[in-house]
């Protein structure tokens, strides 16, 4: 039981870094919503979480610039930098 409530807790940490990187695509890079869960859905965020722990680690803003740096996006973040 014990472990089965850690998995749970450990689930939503993973699905609440996904939000924050949701927000951070929005907010810092101007994403729209669902271009910023498509990033996420691309890369499967959620499953390379769930097999490594520690990439929680890192921080949303993190996560967005390695999303952005997958899909060849350097337009958005030179456009995050200029500002």
Known sequence: MFINQNK???????????????D?????????????????DKMNLYTKLMEHPLRLHKSPYEWALILLKNNKDFEAIEKHHLN
Not at 8 to 22: D, G, P
Not at 29 to 35: H, I, R, T
């Open 24 to 40: 951070e695509l929005i907010s810092s890079f101007g994403k729209e919503k669902c271009e910023a869960k498509e990033l996420v």
């Open 8 to 22: 749970i807790k450990f689930e939503a940490e993973c699905k609440s870094m996904i939000e924050s990187v949701i």
